[in-house]
């Protein structure tokens, strides 16, 4: 089962960051009422807000490889972990 966990969160992973090779920006829309302004904090690093006041998140170019790469060697943790052994 833990191969399958490993192998999983490692395809999602790397999914995200060929999404990422195929996107420049990603503009987030929200049906729910605006939240209060707040200051810049770690969730906003790579944010910012289009002329409309809508959420633009802009992924850093290196943001594609980085996932990519944790996500390939995470799949191939998943692969080469021993197998279980019936007694």
């Known amino acids: 089962m833990w ?7 490692g395809l ?3 999914m995200w960051g060929g999404t990422f090779l ?5 503009v987030l ?3 729910a009422e605006p939240e209060p302004p707040r ?3 770690f969730r906003g690093l790579f944010m910012s807000k ?3 006041d809508k959420k633009v998140f802009n992924p850093p ?3 594609a490889f980085t996932l990519m790469s ?10 080469a972990l021993p197998k279980r052994q019936h007694h």
């Open 29 to 31: 829309v929200s049906k």
């Open 70 to 79: 944790i996500g390939t060697v995470t799949m191939l943790y998943a692969v």
């Open 22 to 26: 195929m996107v420049d920006e990603m």
């Open 12 to 14: 999602f992973v790397a």
């Open 50 to 52: 289009n002329s409309d």
């Open 61 to 63: 170019e290196w943001a």
């Open 3 to 9: 191969r399958a966990i490993f192998f999983a969160a």
């Open 39 to 41: 200051s810049d904090e």
